[in-house]
């Protein structure tokens, strides 16, 4: 499941509901809030977290919180009256590592309880299923990290995860924004500090694939529309969308748009089209060898023989040939996406910029 994050600092305005609603409708189904945020007054907390449940329910999106004991205390709720939780449109509770595992256990026969992914134990779990947890209703849950490199190491997140998997946890992670960031420090909120100026959803494919994760959610509270565009086509259609421009005014440009697949042969140092080559044939005219770099865009010109047509992203950067048209090349911002659609029969989309 895909999620966003939506933070109780000040009253849900129109924008920020039009989002959540944009996100939704675009596949994403979950809202992760918190109420312990030391810098906020909570005072106004829970008649904020009263209309964003409304909202959550009318979406039918999960609302899941991250929450202290005395927070939920500040604000009139207590883990004693789960009932009263639910009510506010909560379907599960981010737990704070001071509270008892027995009061986890016991809520989790409620709602859905989610653990702190990176410090639960073999202790933890033992005395979960001491008291009775119903493991159906946990989770495990990393942090996000707003200050930059204080993120974790993949390698670490990934033994974590694995482990956890074993034990039966649905493992959740971060992943950040791209336009409203989140302060103090506006510095992304990312699980993985190689992901906090990345594109969001090439980490969240990354953490997918990679690291045993199976729940996103966008830490920062917005990203832009291109983006948004993006996570739609990603989680709708399995495609994966690259925006591109020509190089020196390709008249070949145009044979590379629209929508390929990686071959199930994937290559080495390639993204290939599996049937670029074999649509409506075209001579393609050789036009001089440039410089393939990562985030080129290629066909294969008539020198190749019966390659010619061939539509390929280099994966790394290879050598001048002439045999090879660079007509285009991926904006910036989506060079990270080239390696997620590396996988065998991964769709891609090619869109003009």
Same mark, same amino acid.
């Given at each position: 499941m895909f999620g966003i994050s939506v933070f109780l600092g000040e009253d849900?305005?129109?924008?920020?509901?039009?989002?959540?609603?944009?996100?939704?409708?675009?596949?994403?189904?979950?809202?992760?809030?918190?109420?312990?945020?030391?810098?906020?007054?909570? *005072?106004?907390?829970?008649?904020?977290?009263?209309?964003?449940?409304?909202?959550?329910?009318?979406?039918?999106?999960?609302?899941?919180?991250?929450?202290?004991?005395?927070?939920?205390?500040?604000?009139?709720l207590s883990f004693d009256r789960p009932?009263?939780?639910?009510?506010?449109?909560?379907?599960?509770?981010?737990?704070?590592?001071?509270?008892?595992?027995?009061?986890?256990?016991?809520?989790?026969?409620h709602l859905k309880v989610a653990l702190n992914a990176s410090t639960i134990?073999?202790?933890?779990?033992?005395?979960?299923?001491?008291?009775?947890?119903?493991?159906?209703?946990?989770?495990?849950?990393?942090?996000y990290y707003p200050r930059p490199e204080t993120g974790l190491a993949k390698e670490i997140v990934t033994q974590k995860n694995q482990w956890l998997k074993e034990l039966?946890?649905?493992?959740?992670?971060?992943?950040?924004?791209?336009?409203?960031?989140?302060?103090?420090?506006?510095?992304?909120?990312?699980?993985?500090?190689?992901?906090?100026?990345?594109?969001?959803?090439?980490?969240?494919?990354e953490l997918v694939r990679e690291c045993a994760v199976e729940d996103i959610y966008l830490g920062d509270p917005q990203i832009d529309a291109r983006t948004m565009k993006q996570f739609k086509d990603y989680l709708t259609e399995e495609t994966i969308l690259l925006h591109a421009e020509p190089v020196q005014? *390709?008249?070949?440009?145009?044979?590379?748009l629209?929508?390929?697949?990686?071959?199930?042969?994937?290559?080495?140092?390639?993204?290939?089209?599996?049937?670029a080559r074999f649509r409506e044939p075209t001579e393609i005219i050789p036009a001089g060898a440039l410089p393939r770099t990562k985030g080129s865009i290629t066909i294969d010109n008539q020198k190749y023989g019966?390659?010619?047509?061939?539509?390929?992203?280099?994966?790394?950067?290879?050598?001048?040939?002439?045999?090879?048209?660079?007509?285009g090349q991926v904006i910036a911002e989506d060079l990270p996406l080239i390696n997620s659609c590396s996988q065998a029969g991964q769709k891609f989309r090619i869109k003009l910029v």
């Open positions: 849900l305005n129109e924008e920020t509901e039009q989002f959540i609603c944009q996100m939704n409708e675009n596949g994403f189904k979950g809202i992760f809030s918190s109420l312990h945020i030391p810098e906020d007054d909570t *005072s106004r907390y829970r008649q904020r977290l009263e209309v964003l449940g409304n909202l959550a329910n009318k979406l039918k999106m999960e609302l899941m919180v991250d929450i202290s004991g005395e927070a939920l205390h500040k604000i009139g009932a009263e939780l639910l009510a506010t449109g909560i379907t599960g509770l981010r737990m704070d590592y001071a509270i008892e595992n027995q009061v986890m256990a016991e809520l989790s026969q134990t073999d202790k933890d779990v033992s005395e979960l299923k001491m008291h009775q947890a119903n493991f159906q209703n946990m989770e495990a849950w990393h942090n039966g946890f649905r493992v959740m992670a971060f992943v950040p924004g791209n336009q409203k960031l989140r302060g103090p420090l506006f510095k992304g909120l990312p699980t993985l500090e190689k992901h906090r100026n990345g594109h969001p959803l090439a980490a969240a494919i005014e *390709s008249s070949y440009f145009s044979l590379i629209g929508t390929h697949e990686n071959r199930f042969d994937p290559a080495r140092d390639a993204v290939r089209s599996a049937d019966r390659y010619m047509g061939e539509i390929q992203l280099p994966l790394v950067d290879l050598p001048r040939d002439e045999k090879v048209n660079v007509v």
